[in-house]
């Protein structure tokens, strides 16, 4: 049974550019949520998508932006990166709205230059 | 933004000691407070998790005490072990609206 999936593991960008990070979910679940890690911290919702929409945001601006496909899986990306954007992007999975348990990949290590 | 508020920030601990780590939250609308477990380079592991209704709640070494009127949650590793060593994250939830403390560097000596 795979576990939340994440790639890239790590992305080197300049500021200005726009990034793609991808997520798969655990085998059964539907709902995908996005967090950022910076260092020392703990991690801070960005936005969840359950049945392709987006379903709540955390206070990140409209650069951030997602996408849920059918087959659950999500992508985040990221436009007009700044400095303070590197971090590790964390996805959790779930099953349903309104349940709390939630699975995390391993991150994806965004470093901006 | 910060709405749980973690204590200590680092922690070191003997072998087969116990390790308390303390968190408060400001909305009493939370109904689910997890315990996170965080190895370097690797994404949080969901370690063990209370809903206000129960004050306590024990699986293996770990205990989740709660204290529903002071709004405030504690983890308690009994017999500690140098595998332990890595940092710990409390969080909030309401609507899998979660949110974080900002963690513990637990150091398990042996």
Known sequence: DAGVTQSPTHLIKTRGQ???LR??????????S???????QGPQFIFQYYEEEERQRGNFP???SGHQFPNYSSELNVNALL????ALYLCASSLGRGTDTQYFGPGTRLTVL | QQQVKQ???SLIVQKGG???????YENTAFDYFPWYQQFPGKGPALLIAIRPDVSEKKEGRFTISFNKSAKQFSLHIMDSQPG???????AASMNNDMRFGAGTRLTVKP
């Open chain 1, 34 to 40: 996005w967090y950022q890690q910076a260092l020392g």
């Open chain 1, 18 to 20: 726009q990034v793609t």
């Open chain 2, 7 to 9: 204590s200590p920030q």
């Open chain 1, 23 to 32: 997520c798969s979910p655990k085998s059964g679940h539907d709902t995908v």
């Open chain 2, 84 to 90: 332990d060593s890595a940092t710990y994250f409390c």
């Open chain 1, 83 to 86: 400095l303070g954007d590197s």
């Open chain 1, 62 to 64: 409209d650069r951030f």
């Open chain 2, 18 to 24: 116990i390790s308390i780590i303390n968190c408060a």
